[in-house]
């Protein structure tokens, strides 16, 4: 912990003399330590611009020894952002472990800023359908695997019940063992077709029953390349349920790569409320992924870095993550008809699996400079 803390205010410093060095008076007053990036904290003068302190973003990445630094205003501060060498996976069971209850058709995303559990209600009036939208390497499959397992986990097979529509048929094809799966994974248009208008039949069928379970989650990976290669029918019955789906007990989670005007668009766009944003190409892209002119998008660090949208506020969270091990242990669990319990997660042996590149170490709290700086593990 001592070497942690010198080499913090080693790197504070060296961010106050690149400031000193550009006229720029300031001082580093405060800093968190996050699973992927460490943010300091810092104060200016009164009437100093923040464009000034931004412009020195590259000058401050190579007095750290950082590929890149990110300064942002956040309220009255300006925050100067690094990544961490020793990154921390946020795993999912650990994480469940932590919450004392989940409740009924809630989905567990990850952690926010501050380390508190990001939960996503998805029958709440102003969720019902989800975008998950990000380039590769962002981890969208992952936060959609991890949402969907999560429901499972905390929501029996007569509450909760899953359609995959895959294209690509990998990113969905760990789940199908869970007892919540209607079917398999559903790959080509053509199958995708006649499970979705099975879904508008059955939302209708509701309708007139007045009836709204069990709940049905339908997950689209590859949104962009089931509507190229399913067409207009893809898009209106997708447009139809994200339209009338919540009031049937029906929600859409939809992951797209190719955030653009063309694919999130008119009715489409109108009818995702909540947006899970990660790493992306452009500015544009994530203008049309988030809905907002200035979110930041598309400087986020990838590998579950991400932002919720939601009725114009934004929340960055770390999205958390399931290994392959930790996968096959809950799909066991729950095909033999077990719950997964506190005690069940405790008893677990370590998944060792890591995320490709993120290294692991445990977590731990110190407080640094004035605040309380958390490790996640």
């Not at 006229?23 to 904290?41: E, L």
């Not at 063309?262 to 947006?275: D, H, Q, S």
């Not at 986020?300 to 991400?306: I, S």
Request: aromatic share 4%.
């Amino acid at each position: 912990m001592t070497n942690r803390r010198r080499t913090l205010d080693m790197q504070a410093d060296r961010i106050e003399a690149v400031l000193a060095r550009h006229r720029v008076p300031g001082r580093v007053q405060s800093g968190v330590i996050t699973p992927r990036y460490v943010r300091f904290q810092v104060a200016t003068e009164l009437g100093t611009k923040v464009n000034k302190v931004a412009a020195l973003a590259n000058e401050i990445a190579m007095a750290l020894g950082k590929r890149e630094a990110r300064v942002y205003r956040q309220g009255s501060a300006i925050n100067v952002e690094v990544p961490r060498v020793d990154s921390d996976p946020v795993r999912l069971l650990p994480l469940c472990n932590r919450l004392a209850t989940v409740p009924a058709i809630t989905a567990i995303l990850g952690v926010e800023e501050n380390g508190t559990p990001l939960l996503l209600r998805l029958s709440a009036p102003d969720v019902a359908h989800v975008l998950i939208a990000g380039t590769t390497g962002s981890g969208k499959t992952a936060l959609a695997r991890t949402l969907l397992t999560s429901l499972a986990m905390h929501n029996r097979q007569g509450e909760v019940q899953l359609v995959l529509i895959d294209p690509k048929g990998r990113g969905f094809g760990p789940l199908v063992g869970l007892p919540h799966v209607l079917g398999d994974v559903h790959r080509d248009a053509d199958s995708a077709i006649q499970r979705l208008r099975w879904l508008v039949h059955e939302m209708e069928r509701r309708d007139r029953a007045h009836i709204s379970t069990p709940v049905l989650v339908v997950a689209v990976d590859e949104l962009a390349d089931l509507l190229q290669t399913g067409g207009s029918a893809v898009e209106g019955m997708l447009t139809r349920l994200s339209q009338r789906g919540r009031e049937a007990g029906i929600h859409l989670v939809a992951c797209t790569q190719k955030p653009t005007a063309e694919l999130i668009g008119g009715a489409m766009k109108a009818n995702f409320p909540v947006r899970l944003v990660g790493a992306v190409a452009s500015r544009d892209e994530a203008r049309y992924a988030s809905g907002l002119a200035d979110s930041g998008a598309e400087k986020l660090e990838g590998k579950g870095d991400f932002l919720l949208v939601a009725k114009g506020e934004v929340v960055r969270f770390q999205a958390a993550w399931i290994g392959k091990e930790d996968m096959e242990r809950v799909t066991t669990k729950l095909t033999e008809g077990g719950r997964v319990s506190r005690r069940w997660i405790e008893e677990m042996p370590v998944d060792h699996q890591q995320p490709a590149t993120i290294a692991t170490q445990n977590g731990q709290s110190q407080g640094w400079r004035g605040l309380l700086s958390k490790l996640l593990g």
